[in-house]
């Protein structure tokens, strides 16, 4: 991706070369590839700054980015809303115009930004702060104050951005976050977004209401594509960013209309990458990426992205069914509404004791109570990084993230963590440790030669059945290890592919990369006095 490595530039152990690292691309979204020596440096710098105003005020171990690893930084978009007209932004980005320009102490403040009252949501302004506020919902949308009693209404741009880097700044905070609405679905930029990393923009309206709640509703059903989005320029790679806006809701899922706006100083002309970036990555067909074993006897969730299906898989027999979905994550569990696991969607889940699960989103972890066939889940722990969650993963390549996990049966509070073709074996009880970590064909024999083997598991979860043992599942490829119940002796059912062999699962597995514009027909948001002080 662009910006991994500094060359020489970085020195020093590989702790505080992965914190330089992460800093310098955390930072780097206001410049425009190719990054230049200066920008690297600059970026750097930013990243730097933000450290130790943070470190020195709020005593802040850590700025906590979104994991670039994978380009998931980059692959997975957030949302901002600003009054800043479409033909401004697609050909200059949003920089933050600080009152104080130099380094300094007040810009940087993540705390004051997140405690003061009012980001400004027109980035045309002067403001406190350099940062730029984006949100990881498309359901979320700014409150609108009337003041007099009276309604009002405003018409303001959402834009969709597919940018490096981001501070979560909730989970960066902390404790130290003592807001009454934390906003966990808030990643702030520092400095600014380039033009290049804004795909869309969409024009809503916005009513404030005499009772203090707000409405939305599209300005038109016109998505409005930029010429100049391409998120990775140099070298030049068309990416499989993850669920671009391309429909709406009314009575039915219908395509939004695109016009794709030319900006005079634009020398974008390769209908390659327009095209992709417009239309045809949204038809990439999505598998997949998680599975969570339900405590409901023959029952199993299966996630595709932000996707989410609830299936009685009835083993050995022929009579499995959905139960529940498809739905959105955020819809099938209440508790990670606004959350990146809500939003972005499930990347790992395991099974945890009764009705627990530890839910993974790229670099993030959080445990619920999935509180099966009541949609009344909670957050038991979290939201926070794997390695907070799993200090023992520290130093592995687990700790930015898991492709799968998978519960064992045959040993209490232990699991196998999948990524890549490697594998972990970990205890996630009250004696918490990684026992050890290999290759998956190591751990599970019965594989090799197998497409797990070769290139991974995307999603797996433990058997109800007393003569299975596990299901596996790679695109669309799903493989069953069973087990003898005489002699205790496993054995590899067979690896198949989706359609005649796994009826129910193919008529919702694959879907397809279409995003929505908003997740579900909204209705009024409360009083603003339970959301962060956003200006309009």
């Not at 690292?21 to 200066?38: I, T």
């Not at 005020?57 to 700025?63: E, T, V």
């Not at 916005?206 to 409005?224: H, K, S």
Request: hydrophobic share 35%; net charge negative; glycine share 8%.
């Amino acid at each position: 991706m662009l910006i991994v490595t500094m060359g020489n530039s970085i020195q020093g152990d590989q702790t505080k070369m992965s914190a330089a690292k992460s800093s310098l691309r955390g930072c780097a979204s206001k410049f425009p590839q190719p990054l230049s020596s200066e920008d690297l440096q600059e970026a750097q710098t930013l990243g730097d700054t933000v450290y130790q105003v943070n470190h020195d005020k709020l005593k802040l171990q850590d700025i906590i980015y979104r994991s670039s690893e994978g380009d998931k930084d980059v692959l997975r978009q957030v949302f901002r809303w600003d009054l800043a007209p479409y033909g401004d932004v697609f050909q200059h980005g949003f920089q933050a115009h600080h009152k104080n320009r130099v380094h300094d102490k007040t810009s940087y403040d993540l705390h004051s930004y997140v405690q003061g009252r009012g980001r400004p949501l027109d980035s045309r302004k002067t403001s406190d702060f350099a940062f730029i506020s984006t949100t990881v919902s498309n359901s979320w949308y700014p409150p609108v104050a009337t003041g007099d009693g009276n309604s009002k209404t405003v018409e303001v741009y959402r834009y969709e951005i597919y940018a490096p880097g981001g501070i979560w700044t909730s989970l960066t905070l902390g404790e130290k976050n003592d807001r009454k609405f934390k906003r966990l679905d808030e990643v702030v930029f520092v400095g600014g977004i380039a033009s290049q990393y804004v795909r869309s923009a969409q024009l809503f309206r916005l009513t404030g209401n005499p009772d203090g709640t707000t409405t939305i509703e599209r300005a038109n059903n016109v998505l409005l594509i930029n010429n100049n989005f391409s998120p990775q320029s140099h070298p030049l790679k068309l990416l499989n960013i993850q669920n671009p806006v391309s429909d709406y809701t009314d009575s039915n899922r219908t395509p939004l209309s695109q016009t794709v706006y030319q900006s005079s100083n634009n020398n974008n002309n390769n209908t390659n990458i327009i095209n992709w970036y417009a239309n045809d990555v949204a038809n990439l067909d999505v598998y997949m990426s998680a599975a969570l074993r339900s405590s409901h006897t023959n029952e199993a969730y299966y996630v595709l992205q932000n996707l989410v299906t609830l299936l009685n898989y009835d083993p050995g027999g022929t009579h499995d069914h959905v139960v529940d979905g498809p739905s959105f994550v955020s819809e099938m569990f209440k508790s990670l509404e606004y959350t990146p696991f809500g939003e972005h969607g499930i990347d790992g889940a395991l099974k945890s004791r009764d009705d627990e699960a530890f839910i993974f989103c790229a670099n993030l972890c959080v445990l619920i109570n999935y509180a099966p066939d009541t949609r009344n889940d909670t957050i038991v722990k979290g939201p926070m990084t794997v390695v907070e969650m799993f200090p023992f993963l520290k130093g592995t390549v687990f700790e930015n993230g898991i492709d799968s996990a998978c519960e064992l049966k045959s040993a209490e509070d232990e699991a196998y963590f999948f990524k890549g073709n490697l594998c972990a074996h970990i205890n996630y009880g009250s004696n918490p440790q990684l026992i050890t970590q290999g290759q998956i064909g190591q751990f599970i024999p019965l594989l090799k030669g197998t497409v797990f083997e070769g290139i991974g598991v995307d999603a797996s979860y433990a058997s109800h059945a007393e003569n299975e043992v596990a299901y596996y599942f790679k695109y669309n490829n799903y493989g069953q290890i069973n087990v003898n119940v005489e002699d205790g002796v496993e054995y590899l059912y067979g690896v198949f592919v989706m359609g005649d062999n796994a009826p129910v699962i193919h008529s919702f597995v694959p879907q397809k990369n279409r995003g929505l514009d908003i997740r579900s027909n909204p209705g009024a948001l409360p009083s603003p006095d339970e959301y962060d002080y956003d200006e309009l």
